[in-house]
């Protein structure tokens, strides 16, 4: 049997709508009921009012259940998938909560945002889900005799730096990252994930790397969740070969954040064949796809969505050009010559881009022009609708550029486009 031992949060998102129960624990244990022989359990804690939701949950998707208490409810509230969440009450008020201690022979463990956690397995997969604040298993109170760690790059870096490691001088930073948390905390294998670039899986004997897989719309919100729970159950319970598991972790985590369903199909190889392979190609540190920024800047809201658009495109580990950042605006009457060095500046970085990022509510002039000297370069474009008239896009449908009015979706399809061969 899986123990599956983590966080139970309401998430709150504005633009895709989302206010639901989850949290790790949560939609880790509602994901592998079908691949399981038996029911997962899940220790988690809960206050007194979620206790009822929580119960619906476990009864819908067929978990059991272990409840400890907590003072109150725990909130996370997202502008969209990917801004940093924030965090209600404050980490300060959430008050004192005893140490959680589970032992039990297969264990997948999430690091919580109230107390502590001690876990003792036979078989551990540990998912720190702490980002720059992630400690290694060997500092954040869990052991066991057969231990994999599953990681973003972030959490990764930040376990390596924990046990005195340091950026890595060669080589993908996943990789060397991976090898070292695998030699310091003798783990079976490593798997670090690294956004649509796919994930890095570290054995004693192989290192392999996973694709992501494309899909036509991106809620990544759980996205972690889902795969370190698939992971746990082929791995950990089923026996499977690590780089096998990772395999289909990342395409079950495909199908989560394109359907937003669950529990996970039974038969993930099937959903194999019904997906894009991304490029996971390996490539060196600095070594980082190029993508054009293009977009108005000219009002507050339009500067925030630049703005936001670069940090975003920039987490996906791409290189940006932004005209506005790079190269800068004309003077309120520029000469002749300042406006060639401008035209030709940004022309510049459209050459040398992998695919261009367009922002399109507002029709700016100057983005358009972009959009169509990419094209005409055989360039890729994703362009960001939200407020477009169908009738406005026909040049862009007709010539092949990805559109969407899902901010999330159009970081990670520039992301996939921009890998491409």
């Known amino acids: 049997m899986l123990t599956v031992v983590g966080g139970c949060y309401r998430e709150v998102c504005l633009r ?65 998938p990917l801004t940093p969440p924030r965090l209600y009450p404050d980490r300060r008020d959430l008050g004192p909560v005893p140490p959680l201690a589970v032992e039990a022979d297969c264990v997948l463990a999430f690091s919580f945002m109230e107390g502590d956690c001690r876990a003792a397995a036979g078989t551990l997969v540990y998912d720190p889900q702490a980002g720059r604040r992630a400690l290694p298993p060997s500092q954040a109170g869990v052991r ?34 991976g090898r070292f948390l695998l030699e310091r905390e003798k783990a079976e294998v490593v798997v670090v994930k690294n956004g649509v670039e796919g994930a890095t899986v570290v054995t004693t004997g192989r290192t392999g790397l996973i694709p992501s897989f494309i899909t036509p719309t991106v809620f990544p919100i759980g996205s972690g969740d889902v795969f370190s729970a698939a992971f746990a159950a082929l791995w950990g319970v089923r026996g499977m070969d690590p780089f096998d598991s990772a395999r289909l972790a990342s395409v079950a985590t495909a199908h989560y954040c394109h359907t937003q369903t669950l529990p996970l199909p039974p038969d993930l190889a099937s959903l194999v064949g019904g997906y894009e392979s991304g490029n996971a190609g390996t490539r060196e540190a600095a070594d980082r796809p190029l993508v054009y920024l293009a977009g108005p800047f000219w009002t507050l809201p339009q500067l925030w969505l630049l703005n936001e658009s670069r940090r975003c ?38 050459e040398r881009a992998d695919a261009v990022f367009a922002l399109l509510d507002g029709l700016d002039p100057g983005t358009l022009f972009e959009v169509g000297y990419a094209r005409s370069r055989g360039k890729p474009v994703v362009g960001l609708a939200e407020a477009v008239p169908r009738s406005a896009l026909t040049m862009y449908e007709g010539t092949g550029c990805f559109l969407t009015p899902d901010f999330t979706t159009a970081v990670y399809r520039a992301g996939w486009e921009a890998r491409r061969k």
């Open 16 to 80: 895709p709508e989302w206010n639901q129960l989850f949290g790790s624990g949560v939609r880790a244990a509602a994901a592998v009921t079908a691949l399981l022989p038996s029911p997962p359990l899940l220790v988690t804690r809960a206050a007194g009012r979620e206790r009822r939701t929580l119960a619906v949950l476990a009864g819908t998707y067929g978990f059991g259940l272990d409840i400890r208490p907590r003072p109150g409810p725990v909130e996370f509230q997202y502008d969209h």
């Open 144 to 177: 066991s005799n057969r231990l994999a760690v599953v990681a973003n790059l972030g959490e990764a870096r930040a376990m390596a730096l924990a046990l005195g490691g340091g950026e890595p001088a060669r080589g993908h930073p996943a990789t060397e990252f």
């Open 313 to 350: 495109l920039e987490g996906q580990d791409l290189a940006v050009f932004s005209p506005f950042h790079e190269v800068g605006l004309l003077a309120d009457e520029p000469t002749a010559e300042q406006v060639i060095r401008v035209a030709q500046a940004d022309l510049s970085g459209l």
